[in-house]
């Protein structure tokens, strides 16, 4: 009994989460869409919404559970250390001291160091010398964007597979074979 109920528990946590990030990436495009850089936001609620669908219909997308996650998880590792390559530094100040900060990561800031001097040339030498500060809910938004974008690119792959084996069985036995004659590849 208890296992069944873990096991229902499973199930339906993709389906939350799906949901959630549907909501999510719709509310994102609304809110962002005359933002300062609208093609990124517009990509980013984008993500969000297909990858929310492809977890809220599952009987639709039926993709392979592990070759999936594996690709989910990777994309987001690899995208996520690939948009430490994006940096952007900037001074302000004026006549109360002046400010230097870098930060990194792409599409979402989550690294930066920064420090405050009275002149620029100080605060900038000050800041390079300061650590890193991870900002952890920036790097969990880049870790569950880049992980949607391989969990559609795994989508992607596994929708070619399935129409390339349909159009292989049309041509092997023409009038017999259609799309949903097709079964989920291992």
Sequence with gaps: ???????RIAAVIPVLVGACTLVG?????????????PVLDVAIG??????????????RARLPVAPTAIAAAAAGLVGTAAGMA??????WGGTYGYGYQTTRGWPFRWLARGALADDPAT??????????????????????????????????????RRTLAARRAA??????AATEDVRPLP
Excluded: C
């Design 123 to 160: 605060a900038e030498r000050v800041a390079d010398a300061q650590s890193w500060q991870v900002d952890v809910l920036s790097l969990a938004a880049n870790l569950l964007v880049w992980s949607y974008v391989g969990l559609l690119a795994a989508g992607a792959v596994v929708a070619v």
């Design 171 to 176: 041509v092997a036995e023409p009038g017999r």
């Design 46 to 59: 984008l993500v969000l919404t297909a990858g929310g669908l492809v977890l809220l219909m599952p009987h």
């Design 86 to 91: 994006i940096s952007a530094s900037q001074t």
């Design 25 to 37: 990436g719709l509310t994102w495009l609304l809110l962002n869409l005359h933002s300062p850089k």
């Design 1 to 7: 009994m208890r296992q069944r109920l873990w096991l």
